[in-house]
């Protein structure tokens, strides 16, 4: 695992999710914000197609 302090634990099915606190622990906030903007630049795009995809296939 990696250092640092674990700050959240997400179970989402079969599925352990750790998050630490090493990767922004020692940023600026201002740090932090452009890590996290990168990060929805990438992720939102994704989680919408799927979210659409998910809508027009209809319930199972």
Known sequence: MAEGKIVKVV???GVTMY???DYC???TPE????????VAAIVY???KSAH???GKAGPA
């Open 45 to 47: 795009p994704a989680l």
């Open 19 to 21: 998050f630490h606190d």
């Open 52 to 54: 659409i995809r998910k």
């Open 31 to 38: 740090e932090v914000k452009a890590i996290l903007d990168r």
């Open 25 to 27: 622990r020692d940023k």
């Open 11 to 13: 179970k989402s099915g």
